[in-house]
């Protein structure tokens, strides 16, 4: 006989920020003692789910799934309803048929493995930088759109070597036109920064602050294996300063953003139980509508 399914209502709102992730990792850890069930994700509770974070939803449910065998379920017709967003990027697809996105308001929610850095390349060219949302930063900045295409090239090697798993790279975004922004986040299932990080520095690193602090001022860990993985952040986090865009890493206990460095907070939060791997957020602020 099978067993009964197991209801996790998601409540508030989940952004991208500091307590939509505490959130998103109350899902994980609530669901981590639990096996060989099926689980009904309940958004009837739920005000705003930012896109975007559906990468690190979709990472959960992975993770949940290898380790656990626990399968997820939703009400579609409640999705398609009040979240019709998770239909058209494809963080929930009946019968695997993508909703056509006619708001053009969405980045495809994906995953990539460890041996396909080409498709993930042609991603973020045809998906990412061809988007509507980044049309002003293409057509005017395109030394700078080649640079972050880069940069993100650099964050996927460095799942690629370093994180330590073999579970795929899940990325979404979207573009919020009455805000002009788009947000576009990644997230993988690994080690986080800590561990190659802190191996590489002798353990002069030692907490996932140091580790996330020792990535944006340009660390590389290039000479454990000869591989081209600097982490890409400290050129990106020189972006957003640049043109008014924001950055977010969450890894180990540790959240840091470019919103917190003014405040008392410093860049910096802490989670009383670690994030299951790393996730980078970009904001392109400022976008010209189009």
Known sequence: ???????????????????????????????SDVRDREVFLDFEQLDWFDANMAAVLCGIQHKLNSENNLSFVVDHQDI????????????????EERIEDVQQSTIACMHFYVDQRERFKHYVET????????????????????????????????????????????????????????????????????????????????TSQEAIHWALIGGSTQALDNEPSGCGLSSILDFCRRKGGDL???????????????????????????????????????????
């Open 1 to 31: 006989m099978q067993a009964e399914a197991v209801r996790y209502s998601l409540e508030g709102q989940i952004r991208t920020d500091f307590t939509g992730f505490r959130q998103l990792l109350k899902l994980y850890h609530t669901l």
């Open 80 to 95: 398609r309803g009040r979240f019709d967003v998770l239909h058209r990027n494809g963080c929930f697809q009946p019968n």
């Open 127 to 206: 998906d990412l930088f061809a988007h509507r949302g980044l049309a002003e930063l293409r057509n005017t900045n395109q030394n700078i759109v080649t640079r972050i295409r880069g940069d993100l090239l650099e964050i996927f090697n460095n799942y690629r070597v370093h994180a330590q798993t073999s579970a795929p790279f899940f990325v979404c975004g979207q573009y919020f036109p009455q805000q002009r922004r788009v947000v576009f986040t990644m997230t993988d299932l690994g080690v986080g920064f800590l561990t190659p990080i802190q191996a590489f520095s002798n353990g002069t690193v030692k």
């Open 248 to 290: 977010q890493i969450v890894t180990g206990d540790s959240f840091w953003s470019t919103d917190l460095l003014p405040t008392h907070h410093k860049g910096y939060k802490t989670f009383q139980i670690p994030f299951i791997g790393t996730t980078v957020s970009i904001t392109f602020n400022g976008l010209d509508k189009s």
